[in-house]
């Protein structure tokens, strides 16, 4: 995993860095957060056997999507979204460089 990168891509759509380690040089870990959501890194060697495997997405419940949306547009692509979901949420999909999908979702209009 390329933590700098994730680091860089975290930033662009709002995220803020809560630590990283080592400071200084190319980092092997990371913790990033935005609105009620922290996410932690870890590139290199780790403690688990296997490569991490992460199947679905992560939920942000954003104040706006379309502000969300705004922040982000000319930065980064949306996997989808924003649009209006068949169970009623208005959700936009992000697609990280490791692979992870992030959803900033609202309840939408009646």
Same mark, same amino acid.
């Given at each position: 995993? =390329?933590?700098?990168?994730?680091?860089?891509?975290?930033?662009?759509?709002?995220?803020?860095?809560? #630590? $990283?380690?080592?400071?200084?040089?190319?980092?092997?870990?990371?913790? &990033?957060? $935005?609105?009620?959501?922290?996410?932690?890194?870890?590139?290199?060697?780790?403690?688990?056997? =296997?490569?991490?495997?992460?199947?679905?997405?992560?939920?942000?419940?954003?104040?706006?999507?379309?502000?969300?949306?705004?922040?982000?547009? #000319? $930065?980064?692509?949306?996997?989808?979204?924003?649009?209006?979901?068949?169970?009623?949420?208005?959700? &936009?999909? &992000? $697609? =990280?460089?490791?692979?992870?999908?992030?959803?900033?979702?609202?309840?939408? =209009?009646?």
């Amino acid at each position: 995993m =390329d933590v700098q990168g994730t680091i860089g891509w975290y930033t662009q759509v709002g995220f803020h860095l809560l #630590g $990283r380690f080592p400071e200084e040089g190319e980092p092997t870990w990371c913790e &990033l957060s $935005r609105d009620d959501l922290t996410l932690q890194f870890l590139g290199g060697e780790t403690p688990w056997p =296997d490569p991490p495997a992460f199947t679905g997405t992560l939920y942000v419940h954003a104040e706006s999507v379309a502000a969300v949306y705004d922040e982000i547009e #000319g $930065r980064v692509e949306p996997a989808w979204g924003p649009e209006v979901r068949e169970w009623g949420a208005r959700e &936009l999909g &992000l $697609r =990280d460089p490791n692979g992870y999908f992030i959803t900033f979702t609202e309840p939408a =209009d009646p």
